[in-house]
Every structure is written in structure tokens, then in C-alpha cells.
């Protein structure tokens, strides 16, 4: 059940960067969708070393007692990872600008891929693929 809740906000996170491409005068992208890959695609990889990072720093004595102070800890680490701080006031207003109602897409487990190419649709695969992006207009 989680993976099914993790592929539907996957689909929802597509839906709202398809949107975000358009408003942006992109004409096309894809969503790769890898929660099937169980920790081994690279985001699982940077999850992991900040992960480390954070538990090392408090092992020294760091004091991190939320978000903003963790992040300025990793940041100052001078880890080779970019970080962005979001603040929160930004992420809810991105919730609430995403689509409501939007149709149940049957099957999501199995799709790996969202595709746009046009303004207001979204097409998708059941594997992911870089090439033939011209196939899809």
C-alpha cells in the first residue's frame, strides 16, 4: 500500500511539473517515477550520505534541533551536494495550487514514466526511456 501512495504522489508531483513546464515556455519533459527501485538509484544514494552527514555532526556534539539548523550544519559541511532550503509557507502554497479531482490513473504501480508534450497532456510508460522523445508529438 505505501508504494501505491508513493506512485500517486509521484503522478501528482508530474502533474504539477507538467503544469509548471508550460507556465516555464517549456514544450516538453518527463517525470521518471523510481519507487520500485528500492534505494538504489542515486536520490536514495544523496538521501543516505546526508543522512550519514547529519548523524556524524551530532555524534560531534552539533546541536540540531530542526530543520533550518540541520540544514546550515550540511551546508556548512561543504558537502559536494547542492542543497535548497524551502520553506514551508512555499510548499503549502504549491499544495494548493496543485489540480484537485484529478482522475485515478488504473495500474500505477506499473508506470515508470510521465511524458508531456503538449499543454494539458500527459502520456506515460511502463519503463523509462531518454531517446525517441519526438515519437511522443
Known amino acids: 500500500m505505501l508504494l501505491q501512495t508513493l506512485q500517486n504522489q509521484n503522478l501528482q508531483n508530474g502533474t504539477t511539473i507538467h503544469i509548471d513546464l508550460v507556465k516555464r515556455g517549456f514544450t516538453a519533459g518527463t517525470w521518471n517515477l523510481f519507487e520500485a527501485s528500492h ?3 542515486a536520490p536514495d544514494g ?3 550520505l546526508l543522512k550519514r552527514t547529519a548523524d556524524r555532526l551530532v555524534c560531534q556534539g552539533k546541536d540540531i ?3 533550518e539548523h540541520l540544514f546550515k550544519a550540511l551546508v556548512d559541511t561543504n558537502t559536494a551536494v547542492k542543497l535548497f532550503y524551502v520553506e514551508e509557507a512555499v510548499v503549502d502554497k504549491a499544495i ?3 489540480p484537485q479531482g484529478l482522475p485515478v490513473v488504473p495500474s500505477t504501480m506499473r508506470i515508470h514514466q510521465l511524458i508531456t508534450c503538449q499543454p494539458g497532456k500527459l502520456t506515460n510508460r511502463g519503463v523509462c ?3 525517441g522523445y519526438r515519437d511522443w508529438m
Open 129 to 131: 526511456c531518454l531517446i
Open 96 to 98: 494548493k495550487e496543485m
Open 39 to 41: 534505494g538504489k538509484g
Open 46 to 48: 544523496v538521501d543516505g
Open 65 to 67: 534541533p530542526n530543520v
